[in-house]
């Protein structure tokens, strides 16, 4: 396969969807051991738009989130991101599409032994077009904007909690990606942190002008969201519609 060309289907995607999956299946294990854990899953996802997917636990929602972010490949059905098809894609391709998608997880995932400022540079290292500018004033300044610019120096066991997910916040946005994608941002926070960091996420990222799609079983934030999409038993049962929100209260 061809490496992707996003400079070629950065005009298409102004006009398509950013993610669109038709039919898309998966499945665990080999054999008699295999299992479906997603069945003909159809989602189409714009620029700019915010949206959550919710459900009970098991229901598919992280693995989705995966196959979207190109953290395993794709098996069945079509699945575009960027306006590219990644059903079947290889290693290197998928490597390609994490690079513009930026990722935040329930464990911050920082890394211990650096800064603040350093685990946010680290996200810009892996881009070449920032391997002239200051990486450190671009890392300093979206910590500010977090509300952290006190404690650009700070290692991650100095942080609340809060704060260190805002850390991750402002990695996996400091490179203004095109998508991002949140797996329970706000499960290990209490609410008031778990409001702060979502709105800060939304904020930037409507500055940016990306795309954000957040798995939460988190009531209390689901206003943030321009649609609600719910799954159940690796099935797609609502796609924002009223009842989806119902369904979580």
Known sequence: MQDINFANIEQRTKTEPVISACNVNHYFGEGELRKQALFDI??????????????????GKTTLLTLMGGLRSAQSGSLKILGQE?????????????QKI?????????????TAKQNVRMSLEIHDD???????KIA????????????????PDS??????????????????????????????LDKKSGRDVVEMMQVLAKEQGCTILLVTHDNRILDIADRIVYMEDGHLVSDGSINASEKVK
């Open 130 to 136: 920032f391997l002239k500018k200051d990486m450190n």
């Open 140 to 155: 300093t300044e979206i910590l500010k904007q977090v509300g952290l610019g006190e404690r650009v120096d700070y290692y």
């Open 86 to 98: 990644i059903c079947g894609a290889s290693k290197k391709q998928l490597t390609q599409l994490r």
């Open 42 to 59: 159809n989602l189409n996802i714009n620029t700019g738009e915010i949206v959550i997917m919710t459900g009970p636990s098991g229901s």
């Open 159 to 188: 942080l609340s909690g809060g704060q260190k997910q805002r850390v991750a916040i402002a990695r996996a946005l400091v490179s203004h990606p095109k998508i991002v994608l949140a797996d329970e941002p706000t499960a290990a």
């Open 102 to 114: 930026g990722y935040i997880f329930q464990a911050h995932n920082l890394l211990t032994f650096l």
